[in-house]
Nanobody, 129 residues
Framework: QLTLVESGGGLVQPGETLRLSCTASGVTLDHFTIGWFRQAPGKEREGISC????????YSAAPVQGRFTPSIDNAKNTVYLQMNSLKVEDTAVYYC??????????????????????WGQGTQVTVSS
């Protein structure tokens, strides 16, 4: 059974960087699409960056384009989210999710919602001065 564990969250100041990790166990991530979603207090969960493990295709949503970059290390069965130039509005719980059968990383980011997919427990990112 696939289990995902996120790490790397924390408290940072605006303009700083963080790198989140999502380590999978139980199943290799080959042929999955992996997404980073976030949920801020009082808001719906949104897909922000997704990556296909088979061909490396990536997608990042408009609010994070040019600042956030997903990547995958298949040897470590781990997906990363590099977050640069963090803003106060990036404050949220960040989740990684793995799912199969998506035509594109963009489609997964825009359409996936619980209960579909295998989700991690989330990691808190707080951006505050």
């Amino acid at each position: 059974q696939l289990t995902l564990v996120e790490s790397g969250g924390g408290l940072v100041q605006p303009g700083e960087t963080l790198r989140l990790s999502c380590t999978a166990s139980g199943v290799t991530l080959d042929h999955f699409t992996i997404g980073w979603f976030r949920q801020a207090p009082g808001k719906e969960r949104e897909g922000i960056s997704c990556i296909s493990s088979s061909d490396g295709e990536t997608y990042s949503a408009a609010p994070v384009q040019g600042r956030f970059t997903p990547s995958i290390d298949n040897a470590k069965n781990t997906v990363y989210l590099q977050m640069n130039s963090l803003k106060v509005e990036d404050t949220a719980v960040y989740y990684c999710v793995a799912d199969g059968g998506w035509a594109s990383a963009q489609a997964m980011c825009e359409m996936l919602a619980p209960p579909y997919g295998r989700w991690g427990q989330g990691t808190q990112v707080t951006v505050s001065s």
